[in-house]
């Protein structure tokens, strides 16, 4: 039987709801606990820059409370390394970042960016930390992820879901042949090969049929699914999607 993949639940939108308001609710925390008994793998969070979704205290009180593996998302600057040793996350996953996307855009530059964000890597790495690059699906990332010494990468799948989503089946034919040809690859390079970004139960089944795809970071669908059969059940309903795409790929 094929491996299960891991899934990993991204609670940024909880506290883009508690953020609205000023408030203290919803807590990301109780809704990372809840994902955890819900058959959660992990929990990823991303303080940007900005802090509009995640703060500080929230990366903190996720460490101490949580417990599954944590996972750190930020872009490669000295103030989030710096943070992020703070922390001590079992992982930081790498992003770029720009202030004004409403989302993470695209993968890291990792090719045209290798010497700004080796600093951040080698600092990670001593520390501990297993880093992830969240790369575009192709092969010149996943080999200057290698040269960067990091273990594990994120492919950016926000591609091939918005071409499901408005039925380019053109499009999403190729996006999808990219991530499986890159999941291969990376493999055979030693990479552990996660993925992540804009997947719902539909997309999720998918490309959980790829073998070589360890881990799943969702976030975004699973929130806006809540308000419709709960939290929890929105995670559960994701982990049989998964469990159903892997079972096709065995
Ligand atoms: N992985 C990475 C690296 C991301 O930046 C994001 C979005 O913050 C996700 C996964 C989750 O994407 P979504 O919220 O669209 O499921």
């Known amino acids: 039987m094929a491996t299960q993949p891991r899934l990993g639940i991204n609670v940024d939108h909880v ?18 606990l809840l994902a955890i008994e819900a058959g959660a793998d992990g929990i990823t969070a991303h303080l940007r820059e900005d802090r509009r979704h995640i703060r500080d205290d929230d990366m903190a009180r996720l460490k101490l409370e949580i ?8 872009a490669a600057t000295d103030e ?17 970042e720009k202030r004004e996307e409403r989302t993470t855009e695209g993968g890291l530059d990792v090719v045209g960016g290798f010497e700004t964000l080796r600093p ?19 092969e010149a990332a996943l080999r200057a992820s290698v040269a960067l010494g ?14 499901v989503v408005h039925g380019d089946a053109a499009k999403a034919a190729s996006e999808f042949e990219r991530i499986r040809s890159a999941a291969r690859i990376g493999t055979a390079l030693g990479l552990e090969v996660h993925a992540g ?27 806006g699914e809540a308000i419709f059969v709960g939290f929890a059940e929105s ?7 998964l469990a159903a795409g892997r079972a096709r790929a065995s």
């Open 197 to 223: 970004h804009g997947i719902d139960f539909a997309t999720g089944e998918t490309l959980a049929g790829i073998p070589e795809i360890v881990e799943f970071n969702i976030g975004h669908f699973l929130v």
């Open 67 to 74: 417990s599954k593996p944590l996972n750190f998302e930020m």
């Open 80 to 96: 989030m390394v710096r943070i992020a040793l703070g922390v001590m996350p079992h992982a930081a996953c790498l992003v770029p």
């Open 235 to 241: 995670v559960r309903l994701m982990k049989v999607a």
């Open 120 to 138: 951040s890597v080698g600092r990670l790495r001593e520390a501990g930390i297993r880093v992830s690059m969240f790369i575009e699906p192709d």
């Open 15 to 32: 506290a883009t709801v508690r953020n609205a308001r000023g408030g203290a609710a919803p807590d990301p925390v109780r809704a990372a």
């Open 150 to 163: 990091a273990p594990v990468v994120e492919l950016h799948t926000g591609t091939y879901c918005e071409a």
